[in-house]
């Protein structure tokens, strides 16, 4: 890598105004910016296909997912892991988000974390086994624990992916796969947590969900596996039950209450006439795939 700035460091030309600007050009300026991360998004989309399908392997395998990253992209990271349990229904193990400093640095910026390359190996060979699947995030693509975190986990035989958004960085370098989103200089140079957090946590979202997809977590666009915890999320369990099994309200509820809350469960044991423990082994048989039994 040249000794040059990577593009998420340089200035903008289009806001080199930005304190000359009255409030509503200045706040159009920033909100238009991010749709260069929607673009670099879509560009990237085949790697980040390669990507998914490589994570779900090792899922089924019964690896786990870590992302790994430093400051926005660590906050990012585990953010995203954060959610899987409650939407998908998933083992609170199951994806991992790791930042450098630890869960101080959730909240609040923690000196020197991000240079710290022997936190990053350390943590790996702390928390990571050879069946996992690793994802190292950073804007400019040479965040040291992030980069040491990608090659311990690429020595211990776990997949290691990057997500950056600058060309030509070590961490791309050191991954077996990277999305590369080519978000450019920053309306506010330099701060990554504007268009290249947006284009990371697009990215994200769009990663996690699909692995959940492929691991039958999901029917139709139905987020078949949600974990009803809220009076919201409960009405929610409650149609898609409707839904699936053309059952009126009453005789949905019975058969969730009968199914312990659990949507596709219910939606067996309706589909198919037969009791709960019957529905959770022909769930397992299929791997949770609720198609395979519709």
Same mark, same amino acid.
């Given at each position: ?60 395998? &019964? ?38 400093g ?30 996992d ?7 400019s ?10 090659e ?65 977590k ?42 312990? &809350? ?33």
């Amino acid at each position: 890598m040249s000794n040059a700035l990577p593009a998420t460091e340089e200035r903008n030309p289009e806001s080199g105004d930005l304190d000359l600007r009255a409030t509503p050009d200045l706040v159009a300026l920033i909100a238009h910016d991010h749709a260069h991360a929607v673009t670099a998004v879509e560009r990237a989309a085949p790697a980040i296909a390669r990507v998914v399908d490589a994570v779900v392997e090792r899922l089924l395998r &019964g690896g786990r997912l870590h992302y790994v990253g430093a400051g926005t992209s660590g906050r990012l990271g585990v953010l995203d892991a954060s959610e899987i349990p409650p939407t998908f229904g998933a083992a609170a193990d199951l994806v991992r988000g790791h930042i450098a400093g630890g869960d101080a640095a959730l909240t609040r910026a923690i000196e020197g974390a991000e240079d710290d390359a022997a936190a990053g190996a350390a943590m790996i060979e702390a928390d990571v086994a050879a069946r996992d699947a690793v994802i190292g995030l950073s804007a400019s693509g040479g965040a040291p624990y992030v980069l040491q975190a990608i090659e311990r986990a690429r020595s211990l035989g776990a997949y290691a992916a990057a997500i950056v958004n600058a060309e030509g960085s070590p961490i791309a370098a050191a991954a077996q796969d990277a999305i590369v989103l080519t978000t450019g200089a920053e309306v506010l140079a330099g701060s990554t947590r504007l268009k290249a957090g947006t284009a990371q946590k697009i990215v994200l979202n769009t990663i996690s969900t699909a692995v959940m997809v492929r691991l039958g977590k999901v029917h139709d666009n139905l987020m078949v596996d949600v974990v009803a915890t809220n009076a919201k999320l409960r009405a929610r369990a409650l149609r898609l039950v409707q839904l699936l099994t053309g059952l009126e309200v009453e005789k949905a509820q019975a058969a969730l209450d009968a199914a312990s &809350g659990r949507v596709k469960v219910a939606v067996v044991m309706t589909r198919r006439d037969v009791d709960a423990a019957t529905a959770i082994g022909l769930l397992e048989r299929e791997r949770g795939s609720l198609r395979a039994l519709l």
